[in-house]
């Protein structure tokens, strides 16, 4: 038995020194002291103390402080040169970010964009970075808490008049390549907040969390996450853009264990081995009964909720069976097997089915800012994706997902006027910011035409075939465009609705055409009557 030890305690150590000698690569970038522009407090203790935390995970860092742009770009060349043989490389970057055209660019301190072609000559593109990272290495982690209020891109936007449209609030969305994780101080077009202590509280969080032994990468971001809410009131959101292919642990947890090996970590770590790929909740349980306190344990406990959230695919499978027709007398009792008890049924439909006083309370919302959800029944359709979508496009927030949560409520409440326009059928127009039904009159003869009832004329038997008036068939709208929006292009001059959210005209060929619109800004809907 004590061989076995030994042998278990070289391996891990053999094990411990190979993750150690694995090449690490970090570029550290922190800009403070703009020239141009009003001062940020915390960059340069952000990028300082990123700095010692990564030395202290195995990293080689290049650090730059305060840099101008001639200083920004030969920091970046130095790290680009050391990316060759690198097992992992990675970025940060605290300062001044704008995006133009869906593009980022750090500031440099001496930086003051007060023309579009001061971006080309006074930034540098995020991508020149990322790019090479890719390109080098093939596990790349980036993060940017770049995201603040930035005036450089107010002087930017006031320069291009018209065209300012192109400058974004915060930073754009980023594609990754295969193997790489980018993650952001808040969502894509927000802004991120300083905070009043040493550091931002996306950067307090990193400090926080990265390199907890034995801890992947994105279970650490989950963590920063939910203490960047905590700490700014739910404000600011961290967001991350991954297209990792597995788990990156940047402390790993094997190196302590080969200290704790010749006291019981040994029978710990066999124990571990043997179980860890299995889907059987009962082996981790009893995992965390013998070592409630092991060095797997929050592993174990993570395979846990893992193995609950696949039992309930599970139940939601057993669910459809349990809705199909019961065998009748004489049939193999293997089909009858198959068949849950209506318990089981009923604990399954609980474990998929939503809240359905959030749902309901979600589709009432959407009802009320004119995004049709239809029966507010609390019951999540396709109908009711279909408006959370289209309110997702329309006020251009980004949702994680189409399903009703408490976040997304708190959205909507916040509109307080229509967002989603107003559509009338073909038998109702649009009056008033309401639809109502077309009046149709009947035209009845003049008096002095109307004949007595001695000189009606036999009723004849009523006929399936209706003729037109004269004039009706003379009527043809062969002529008019074949959707009304291109109508209303031929017919509106620009800005003739200017200030307004609904209008109507006639096009050349005889035809009506009205248009709405939810607000001031937003695209015409036009429809022909």
Known sequence: MHCLRMVITIVLMLISSQALAAK???LVIGNSAYQHVPMLPNPDNDAGDM???LKALGFEVVVGRDLDLSGVRRTVRDFVGKLDGADLALFYYAGHGLQVNGENYIAPVDARLTSYIDLEFEAVPM????????????VNLVFLDACRDNPLAVNLARSMGTRSSSIGRGLAKVGTGV??????ATQPGNVALDGAGRNSP???ALLRHLGKPGRDITRELTDVRRDVLEATDGKQVPWDSSSLTGEVVLNPATAPLAATAGSGGAAELAYWETIKEASDRDLFDA???QYPDGTFASLARAKIRIIERAAGGEAAAALQGAMKPQPQAGQPDELAALTPPPQAAATALQAVEPDRELVRSVQKELNRIGCRAGSEDGLWGLG????LEQFSKLTKVELAALEPTGDVLERLRAHKTRICPLVCTQSQQLKGGRCVDIKREAKLPEPSKARSTDEMPARKAPSNTITAPDDAKKKSYANCPASAQ?????????????????MSAIHTCGRTFACTRAARGQPWDCNWR
Request: no cysteine; charged share 25%; net charge positive.
């Open 24 to 26: 690490r690569v970090a």
């Open 51 to 53: 700095a010692a935390k």
């Open 127 to 138: 991508n020149l970075v990322l790019s090479a990272m890719e390109r080098e290495t093939r």
């Open 179 to 184: 193997g790489s994780l980018i993650a952001f």
């Open 202 to 204: 996306f950067t307090a």
């Open 287 to 289: 995992y965390l009964q």
């Open 384 to 387: 009711s994706r279909r408006a």
């Open 486 to 502: 291109m109508a209303a292009r031929e017919t509106l001059a620009r800005r003739s609705g200017r200030g307004r959210t609904s």
